[in-house]
């Protein structure tokens, strides 16, 4: 395996030697990565092919041609002078016959720690260029480490197809928008480091804050670390039209007084003059294929969707973004009843244009989702919700995890219970039952917190076998497998992947066991393949059926 990596080459003098088709590949590469290029070559330019000899043109003042054959004092002299005239990189395209000279060059570029690559011999190669897609300041790389060129570009074509085409846009908005924080609140690199969007691999992206008893440094952060949430969890395709005041403003105001919006478009009999339809709907743990028909038929049939912010960008994909509306909601550290406030509010909003109104809601609504609030509010203001039912992740989980959430003389009950109660405080815990499988939601920001008090004011076994799993049902699903004394230390060491669960229990070991060698305390798997996202005859026959 090797260590991809993103080298800054502006200024850098790199050798390429030799002067076929490959040799112009790599002029290009480094040319545009803004390094200065001289070419060894016994062959006059105008004898060299025309792939090379286009990168004079385009480069006048970066290509410079050597005619002459490659001695070893080349690298040592041909280099810039802030670094004694060492060459920064080698590139060798040379025909297989001169393989010794090729095995000089790389001996030689070993002992002088200059990188070195060599065209068709990966044993000669310190490293290997990638395979790239580049849309403004996005870069994608694919390597496939020596074994085929063709394939790296291939493999790089498909994934570029999947990504969205303002991608630029976004790569350049986030970095403005992040910079823009960073001078405006007057922060430290050594205090941004665990709150930006660098850090999304830390589990201290959604550690706890509690909305009304901030600290003043906590409220200076604020706007840095929600948008490192946005980034994690908003669609792609979305972050080129978020702005400052997305992150400043929305949550300043004052509680909005939903009723004096609804009074105001009611006529004066006292009846709402065109009524809209709403409904709570669960869209699943993640993936397409764990979507009800129901949810679907919903979701199709919407003109305003108020989705959770981590409801996954396939299930997004599916609204019929030409006829329906999409808002997410906006709930991160320290404004979650802010941004509940204005979710209901244009929710009550467009149902009063009488239009229908989808919640979509992660998992199951009625399972931490807020559905009974929303229900209730709803219904208290004339719109009474249709409810349909999601697949939680607290039982869909434990079932792509290879848990039997219930196995005869192992456990005959299943307890689901949240690790974050009431602004932020620790819930009710349970007490220990052999017996039972215990689900923990929104509980692996809160696991320093939440083990301890288990082990010590619980009862619970610091050997019970526990699983993290993290994204369940997603592509980049990640199960870790531990014991429940282990698992804080396993959870820092391998960051935050959210939405994220813990399934607790001796269930956690009737069909897979943490296969745990060495020193280590855990096993990690990555990834899950099942589920099938071709839905596009279903909804043709969905959208035939409504249209009639």
Avoid at 147 to 156: D, H, P, Q, T, V
Avoid at 323 to 351: C, D, H, M
Avoid at 468 to 493: F, H, M, N, W, Y
Avoid at 518 to 535: A, I, L, P, Q, R
């Amino acid at each position: 395996m090797t260590l991809l990596t993103s080298w800054k080459c502006k200024g850098e003098v790199h050798l390429v030697i030799g002067g076929s088709n490959a040799s112009a590949l790599r002029i290009n590469s480094a040319c545009e990565a803004g390094a200065n290029v001289k070419v060894i070559c016994e062959e006059s330019l105008e004898n060299l092919p025309i792939t090379i000899r286009t990168t004079f043109d385009l480069y006048p003042t970066q290509v410079e041609l050597l005619n002459k054959k490659f001695d070893v004092q080349d690298l040592t002299t041909l280099g810039r002078p802030e670094v004694a005239n060492v060459v920064d990189k080698v590139f060798v395209s040379l025909p297989i016959s001169e393989y010794s000279t090729k095995k000089l060059i790389y001996d030689e570029s070993r002992k002088l720690r200059i990188p070195v690559n060599v065209s068709d011999s990966p044993e000669l190669c310190t490293f290997t260029l990638l395979s790239t897609f580049t849309s403004g300041d996005f870069q994608l790389g694919v390597s496939t480490n020596g074994k085929g060129c063709k394939l790296a570009s291939r493999i790089k074509r498909e994934l570029a197809a999947t990504l969205p085409q303002n991608i630029g846009e976004v790569c350049n908005k986030v970095g403005e928008l992040r910079k823009r924080i960073q001078e405006e609140d007057q922060l430290e690199e050594t205090t941004i480091g665990e709150h930006d969007d660098d850090a999304v691999h830390s589990n201290k992206l959604n550690a706890l804050v509690e909305e009304f008893n901030m600290t003043k440094e906590q409220n200076k952060l604020q706007r840095t670390k929600w948008l490192s949430q946005i980034v994690e969890y908003f669609p792609l395709s979305s972050l080129s039209e978020i702005s400052l005041d997305d992150l400043t403003n929305a949550y300043k105001n004052t509680k909005i007084e939903m009723a004096a919006k609804i009074d105001s478009k009611v006529n004066s009999s006292g009846v709402v003059a065109k009524k809209g339809k709403i409904s709570l709907v669960g869209s699943g743990p993640g993936s397409v294929s764990l979507l009800t028909l129901g949810a679907l038929q919903e979701i199709y049939s919407a003109d305003l969707i108020l989705a959770d912010k981590l409801v996954p960008q396939q299930v997004l994909d599916l609204i019929p973004r030409q006829r329906t509306k999409l808002f997410i909601a906006r709930k991160f550290p320290g404004n979650a009843e802010r941004a509940q406030e204005e979710l209901l509010s244009l929710g009550l909003e467009a149902l009063q244009n009488g239009e229908k109104v989808v919640r979509l809601k992660q998992g199951d609504p009625y399972i931490f989702g807020r559905g009974g609030e929303e229900y209730n509010f709803f219904a208290e203001h004339g719109f009474v919700p249709q409810v349909l039912p999601g697949i939680t992740s607290a039982l869909a989980a434990p079932v792509l995890s290879n848990i039997p959430a219930t196995h005869r003389e192992v456990a005959d009950q299943v307890l689901i219970c949240t690790g974050t109660g009431r602004r932020g405080a620790l819930p009710n815990l349970p007490e220990f039952v052999k017996s039972r499988t215990t689900v923990f939601l929104m509980s692996l920001h809160r696991v320093v917190d939440l083990i301890p008090n288990l082990i010590k004011e619980k009862g619970w076994d610091p050997e019970l076998p526990v699983a993290v799993v993290e994204r369940a049902s997603c592509p980049d699903q990640r199960i870790i497998r531990t014991r429940l004394g282990d698992v804080a230390e396993a959870v820092e060491a391998n960051g935050s992947r959210p939405p994220g669960l813990l399934v607790t229990g001796y269930a956690c070991e009737v069909i897979e066991k943490a296969k745990i060698e060495g020193n280590s305390k855990w096993t990690v798997e990555e990834g899950w393949n099942g589920g099938h996202s071709n839905f596009n005859p279903l909804l043709e026959l969905i959208e035939k059926v409504q249209e009639k």
